[in-house]
T-cell receptor
């Protein structure tokens, strides 16, 4: 079974631009969660989508948004990029999300904002 | 609220044991443990549930103390392959609003 895939793997953008990241979950998984990972803050939860609906959201500004398609693929968008948005963005997929469900992570997208 | 992991970093010689702790100020429903090697995605190790038993596979095991809201990860007879950053993720009992909150990680370095 193929794992979680994320594209692109690396991105370089400048301040003020916007970016879209993509995540394809493991086949059969319907829940996709997004995380931001930085050296100082660790893994910070952004949001989770299940069946095309946002189920939960972390404490990030409205510049961070996402969506999920009917095939469970998910996209994350960051508008008006800031230097502090430089990070590794990870997505994780699971079966219908519950506190006992295992999340499987993708390799991440490394975003650098100049 | 983010769980607190300790220690932040540890260096061991091959064959030595390590314990990594994860504490929360909130009542937990589950604790998830992951290991992340440099440049790679976090890899799931195990999950512990409220009321559950100590779990383990190979030489890595974990426990969950409900009274203290603390989980501990035990690595015995450490191998070079155990090097990496270990994260605990915690879930509180809030069905329909599940959110995995991660600690800041414990960097484990195993030297020959």
């Amino acid at each position: 079974k193929a794992g979680v895939t994320q594209t692109p793997r690396y991105l370089i953008k400048t301040r003020g631009q916007q970016v879209t990241l993509s995540c394809s979950p493991i086949s059969g998984h319907r829940s996709v969660s997004w995380y931001q990972q930085t050296p100082g803050q660790g893994l910070q939860f952004l949001f989770e989508y299940f069946s095309e609906t946002q189920r939960n959201k972390g404490n990030f500004p409205g510049r961070f948004s996402g969506r999920q398609f009917s095939n469970s693929r998910s996209e994350m968008n960051v508008s008006t990029l800031e230097l502090g948005d430089s990070a590794l963005y990870l997505c994780a997929s699971s079966l219908p999300r519950g506190p006992t469900d295992t999340q499987y992570f993708g390799p991440g997208t490394r975003l650098t904002v100049l | 609220q983010q769980p607190v992991q300790s220690p932040q970093a540890v260096i061991l010689r091959e064959g030595e044991d390590a314990v990594i702790n994860c504490s929360s100020s909130k009542a937990l429903y589950s604790v998830h443990w992951y290991r992340q090697k440099h440049g790679e995605a976090p890899v799931f190790l195990m999950i512990l549930l409220k009321g559950g038993e100590q779990k383990g596979h190979d030489k890595i095991s974990a426990s969950f103390n409900e009274k203290k809201q603390q989980s501990s990860l035990y690595l015995t007879a450490s191998q070079l392959s155990y090097s990496g950053t270990y994260f605990c993720g915690t879930e509180i009992q809030d069905f329909g609003n599940e959110k995995l909150t991660f600690g800041t990680g414990t960097r484990l370095t195993i030297i020959p």
